[in-house]
């Protein structure tokens, strides 16, 4: 065991091989289902394909955008317990532009190819004979879809690396050597913080999963889908950040890290699931109440249909699970549960923007998951590489930020 | 109730407090509690203080909180007196869990409140003591418990040798009783000038 704040990650090998195994598994899925399903076929055959590539991309990019969301929002609340592992958070956030360009590129496939069988308001004649997304062209045109992505992806990801640089430059010592430069430093990143949150905010907590998801549904409309988005993925992304300290730490790295710090990501694991669980609820259950049939027509085949199983059980794992599990304070502290729950939470949540996407893609038939579980296996390949690649190149710990200190006296 | 004695020390500053309770606890005094204005981080840990049971009476009112909801309004709009509200089923649990969940919060939040006073033997009528009544203000007051073993004159010496200022004897009544405290002198027995 070394306890060195200075010392890098160093990946043993195996950790390695499992990414590329992961990324070889993903490549193998695509083919396979591209092979047996893409291009050629009817409706649903065709959309089978692309909206598995949507799902996934998507999902996992707000996934590692949201440990991005996580290291800003504490920040912005001069938050000091999570300087302890917020190398662990940027390397996450690191994986921002290498998801964000593959998302981009499935995404803008989807809006400029001729496949409109996912993205149907793409097809110029078809809105022409339908007057609701006529209405709507505004909001669900190609244009506005492109500006709208490609500004999030590169809004996200410079945003990402100035963060990243920020933090980087206090191992040098030079920017936080005096007290002036300190609270110099400190404003610096705080004003940086807050113009991601503001970017966050008019992005996926407002805006875009309405284009990415939602707009799959184009008749349908819900103002807080995003909102539900976004606390779907940050559940998520905490649970990733849990999983990388609860792995370091088990390696002997993360000095300054300790069950309190675990603890604190417990209780927002926890929290952020039950907040999940509320706008959940409160989006279903204003439908369910009005039973509108134009808003019905959303959960007919998911709480009912053929997709009911994966719904109710996504339900259970995101909320049930969680709520039980983690309530004692004991089960936060401890390793072995927390990476459990963690490990349930990511695939819960993954479930959840399954059928977010497939239902609508797909309403006759539910596709065979084991092809999007082999290429969300692969995004996790990735994410585990750049994430990997990230903590070997600097120190694991942010040993001369100004709130260090707060981070080793922190206890809950 | 018995009437117990304990030896009163006042301390200012957390930086003496701190070592004070673990030198104190190591030579075997029995530290009766610490009275402090203020929350201090840490002091229950140093006291050697056990983890509250009140979170557990929470969840239990809580879930009692979730049944009684569910099973009234299960009860009566499911069995008693079916009303056909706008062609939903009878038993329709969305619109209901709102209901379950405020009466989960009134009643963990009630039951937690009234079980805590009960703890900390808080209700109308019930007479609080304080050893100092500094311990409301500005210092930290430490009680020592005297048994029939403790020698008070060294446990004064100690005390003072600790970083505690105003030493004092006081006799005190425990556990919970009615009246009014500055009139019975029998529950103190009588107050000793600082030593």
């Known amino acids: ?412 | 109730m018995a009437i117990k004695k304990f030896i009163t020390g006042n301390f200012y500053e957390e930086a003496v407090l701190f070592p004070a309770v673990k030198k104190v606890r190591r030579a075997g005094y029995k530290v009766h509690d610490v009275y402090t204005p203020f929350p201090i981080h840490g002091l229950d840990k140093e006291l050697g203080m056990k983890d509250t049971d009140l979170h557990i009476a929470g969840f239990i009112y809580g879930i009692t909180g979730t049944t009684t909801a569910i099973s009234f309004i299960g009860w009566a709009l499911a069995r008693d007196w079916q009303i056909n509200f706008g062609g939903k089923p009878f038993f329709s649990l969305p619109a209901w869990i709102p209901i379950m969940f405020e009466l989960t919060v009134l009643f963990s939040a009630v039951g937690m409140v009234l079980t805590f006073c009960w703890l900390c033997q808080l209700a109308p009528f019930v007479k609080k003591d304080h050893f100092n009544p500094r311990s409301t203000d500005d210092t930290f007051v430490m009680a020592i418990e005297c048994t029939d073993k403790t020698n008070e004159a060294e446990a004064i010496a100690f005390l003072k040798e600790a970083g505690a200022q105003d030493v004092q004897i006081q006799s005190r009544e425990t556990g919970w009783w009615f009246g009014r405290y500055d009139r019975e002198t029998v529950r103190f027995g009588k107050k000793v000038a600082a030593v």
């Open chain 1, 1 to 412: 065991m070394s306890t060195s704040t200075t010392e890098k990650f160093i990946p043993a090998k195996r950790y390695n091989t499992i990414a590329f195994a992961l990324m070889v598994v993903g490549v193998i899925a695509a083919i396979s289902l591209f092979v047996t399903t893409g291009g050629e076929g009817d409706h649903d055959n065709r959309a089978r394909f692309w909206a598995s590539l949507l799902q996934n991309s998507v999902y996992f990019l707000l996934v590692v955008n949201a440990a991005m969301f996580f290291m800003c929002a504490t920040t912005l609340a001069w938050g000091g317990w999570q300087i302890a592992f917020t190398r662990v958070t940027e390397a996450i956030a690191s994986c921002v532009p290498v998801i964000g360009v593959i998302a981009l590129v499935i995404l803008l496939a989807l809006c400029f190819g001729d496949h409109h069988t996912i993205y149907h308001w793409t097809d110029a004649e078809h809105v022409a004979h339908d007057p609701v997304l006529e209405h709507k062209s505004g909001f669900l045109s190609k244009g506005f879809f492109a500006t709208v992505t490609i500004l999030t992806v590169v809004l996200w990801s410079f945003l990402g690396w100035k963060m990243r640089q920020m933090s980087l430059k206090t191992d040098e010592g030079e920017v936080v050597s005096t007290l002036e430069k300190r609270k110099k430093f400190v404003w610096n990143n705080t004003v940086m913080a807050a113009l991601y949150i503001v970017v966050f905010a008019l992005t996926v907590m407002s805006s875009v999963p309405w284009l990415w998801i939602m707009s799959i549904d184009a008749h349908w409309y819900s103002t807080m889908f995003s909102w539900y988005n976004f606390a779907s993925t940050f559940v998520a992304g905490l649970s990733l950040i849990a999983l990388y300290v609860v792995f370091l730490k088990n390696n002997g790295y993360l000095p300054l890290v300790n069950k309190e710090h675990l603890h604190d990501l417990g209780k927002f694991i926890f929290a952020f699931s039950i907040f999940w669980t509320y706008l959940w609820f409160a989006q279903f259950m204003l439908i369910w109440y009005a039973n509108i049939p134009e808003e019905t027509v959303y959960f007919k085949p998911r709480a009912e249909g053929i997709y009911s199983a994966i719904f109710w059980m996504m339900l259970i794992i995101n909320f049930v699970a969680p709520i039980l599990i983690f309530m004692s304070r004991d089960s936060k502290r401890n390793y072995t549960i927390v990476t459990i729950v963690s490990v349930l939470v990511i695939f819960g949540h993954w479930l959840d923007f399954f059928q977010m996407v497939f239902p609508a893609v797909s309403p006759t038939k539910v596709p065979m998951i084991l092809f999007d579980m082999g290429i969300g296996l692969g995004f996790i390949g990735i994410i585990m590489f750049v994430t990997g690649r990230t903590l070997s190149k600097h120190a694991l710990t942010a040993r001369n930020h100004p709130f260090v200190k707060e981070a080793v006296i922190h206890h809950t």
